[in-house]
C-alpha cells in the first residue's frame, strides 16, 4: 500500500525518533537495536541504502555530555560528595543516557535522510513521487485539498551530477 501524504522535515525526523517508518509512520524502523530494517513491513519503502554511520553516536556523545557534565560540576560544587559516590551516580546514568538515546537518534537520522533525498532515498523519493501523481491522475483530489502534480517533492541534486568544470 503506497503512502500519499507528503511528509514534512520535522515529522519525518519525529516518525525516526520514535523508531517508525519515515514514510508512514506506522512500520518499525529497527529489527534489532541499532539494526535498520530493509523495507517498511506497512508502506514497503527501503531502508537499506541508508548511511547514518557513526553521526548518531556523535550526537548522543553531545547530548548526554552537555546535559551531564553541568550537572555533575553542580553537585559537585555544591555538595561536594566523595568520589566514589559520584561515580556510582553518574557513571550509571550517564551510560543509560546514552544507550536509552542512542536508537532514537539513529532514528531521527535515518528520517533525516529519507526526509532530504540522501544516498539512495533520492529514487526511492521520485519513485514515491510517481506513485503520487499517477494515484492523483485516478483520483482527482476533493475540492480545498492539496494538488501534488503542482507541488512535485523537491530532491537534493545527486552527486554524479556535477558540472564538468569542477
Known amino acids: 500500500m503506497a503512502h500519499l501524504q507528503q511528509v514534512s522535515t520535522a515529522q519525518a525526523l519525529w516518525r525516526g525518533f520514535t523508531m517508525r517508518c519515515p514514510n508512514c509512520g506506522t512500520g518499525k524502523l529497527f ?3 541499532l539494526k535498520v530494517v530493509d523495507h517498511c513491513s506497512v508502506c514497503g519503502e527501503e531502508f537499506c541504502h541508508h548511511r547514518a554511520d557513526d553521526f548518531p553516536a556523535y550526537v548522543v556523545i553531545l547530548i548526554v555530555g552537555h546535559t551531564m557534565l553541568p550537572a555533575v560540576l553542580a553537585v559537585d ?8 559516590l559520584e561515580f556510582l551516580i553518574w557513571l550509571p546514568l550517564t551510560i ?3 544507550l536509552a538515546l542512542l536508537q532514537p537518534t539513529k532514528g531521527a537520522i535515518v528520517g533525516l535522510q529519507w526526509q532530504l533525498g540522501m544516498h539512495g532515498f533520492a529514487a526511492s523519493k521520485l519513485r514515491g513521487s510517481a506513485r503520487i501523481q499517477a494515484q492523483a491522475a485516478v483520483d482527482p483530489p476533493e475540492a480545498g485539498t492539496w494538488n501534488w502534480c503542482r507541488h512535485p517533492v523537491r530532491l ?7 558540472r564538468a568544470s569542477q
Do not use: E, N, V
Not at 560544587?77 to 566514589?84: G, L, S, T
Open 31 to 33: 529489527g534489532r537495536f
Open 77 to 84: 560544587i555544591d555538595y561536594a560528595p566523595p568520589m566514589w
Open 96 to 98: 543509560a543516557s546514552a
Open 156 to 162: 537534493l541534486p545527486h552527486h554524479s551530477k556535477r
